[in-house]
């Protein structure tokens, strides 16, 4: 069973940068595919971006696509979320999401495990 944590979450202005992190134990980052979702207030839980088991497929979807990046540190065991340039819109709590699939999931229903959230808060 993984166990997913995450941190690195945070009120900041917009236009600002957060990295948010997603700590591993009882499994490993070269065996999981993931991906980070987020849920504003009143909205479903949506994808942000994922990566593969492998880390050489990773995407992120259209709304933040540019801004947002994510990635694997195997060293670390921890999955990261850099993410630039944040708009109001991006308010959100950011889960990390795991799954024993090739690729990343991209829907709730995919995913194995999830951590608890971090919550980002971006004022205008």
């Known amino acids: 069973q993984a166990q997913l944590v995450e941190s690195g979450g945070g009120s900041v202005q917009a236009g600002a940068s957060l990295r948010l992190a997603c700590a591993v134990s009882?499994?490993?980052?070269?065996?999981?595919?993931m991906a980070w979702f987020r849920q504003a207030p009143g909205k479903e839980r949506e994808l942000v971006a994922r990566?593969?088991?492998?880390?050489?497929?990773?995407n992120s979807e259209n709304s933040v696509k540019g801004r947002f990046t994510i990635s694997k540190d195997r060293t670390k065991n921890t999955l990261y979320l850099q993410m630039n340039s944040l708009k109001p819109e991006d308010t959100a709590v950011y889960y990390c999401?795991?799954?024993?699939?090739?690729?990343?999931?991209?829907?709730?229903?995919?995913?194995?495990?999830w951590g608890i959230g971090t919550l980002v808060s971006v004022s205008s």
């Open positions: 990566i593969s088991r492998v880390g050489d497929i990773a």
């Open positions: 009882g499994s490993s980052v070269n065996v999981l595919a």
């Open positions: 999401a795991a799954s024993d699939r090739l690729i990343g999931p991209t829907q709730v229903s995919e995913v194995m495990y």
